[in-house]
Every structure is written in structure tokens, then in C-alpha cells.
């Protein structure tokens, strides 16, 4: 569903916040190791992240990311995904259709913008704290 950038972004996100809650600082090669992800395609996802100011980066012998505890219950899921993806996935054509539209709709136009719209809610009514404090520190995460 989302892209295999996103679903890192997310990762990081979680993983970031998990330690943050612990008013800690992660490096990119933890951050890394830990979403089973390449370093330098985490650097990539973290500069994104950092650049959409859902994570904060900090230089120094004792930089690292993290996210202010006051943002964590601020930043839903909607805003990672949108930061990584856009809003594509709300708005294009579910059968990759250049015209879809309300006045010239897809077959499956209608079905899809219902699904949307949950999808939309559940992902904005979702905070990166609430992910943080549910996922169990030994996570580990499907390999792409």
C-alpha cells in the first residue's frame, strides 16, 4: 500500500520515538540495524524526516535523531506518510487512470473513496506515541 520508503520512514519513525520516549538520541546505523534497512537509504529517509521536521538531528560526539516528547503525540501517522509518499494514495486513480474523477469516475471510484477516507482518519487519529508505546522493544520487522 505504501511504498517501500514510506514503510522505512515509519519504521524510523517508531523506532526513533521508542527511544525518545527514553530521552534518548539514536544514530543513523542503529536507526539502520534496526529497521533492517541500508544505511545509506536510511541516511536518505532520515534527511527527509528531518527535512519535514517529524525528527529532529543533532551533530556532535553526542548528536543523534530524536523527537521532542511534546511532538510525539502531535505527529500522527498520516503526517509520516504524507511527509514520505505525498497525498497520492488519497488522491490518484485507484486503476492508475489519468482522468478519474467525480465527473468521469473509474469503475471502482466510489468503492475506493469510502476505503480512503478511513484510511485517511485512521492513519491522522493514529499518534507516532501511541505506535511508540505499543510496538515491543524486540520488534523486528519484515524483511523487504
Partial sequence: MFSKSCEYGIRASIYVAKNSLKNRKVSLIEVAKHTDSPP????????KLTRTEIIS???????????????????????????????????????????????????????????????????????LRSLAEQVSDGITFLKR
Fill in 57 to 127: 538531528s543533532f551533530k556532535g560526539p553526542t548528536g543523534g535523531f530524536s523527537i521532542a516528547l511534546d511532538d510525539l503525540e502531535k505527529i500522527s501517522l498520516l503526517n509520516i506518510v504524507l511527509a514520505m509518499d505525498g497525498d497520492g494514495i488519497f488522491e490518484n486513480c485507484t486503476l492508475g487512470l489519468r482522468k478519474c474523477d467525480v465527473e468521469k469516475p473509474c469503475p471502482l471510484h466510489f468503492k475506493f473513496r469510502q476505503i480512503r477516507d478511513e484510511m485517511r482518519e485512521t492513519l491522522e487519529s493514529t499518534s
Fill in 40 to 47: 545509506a537509504f536510511m541516511a536518505k529517509i532520515l534527511q
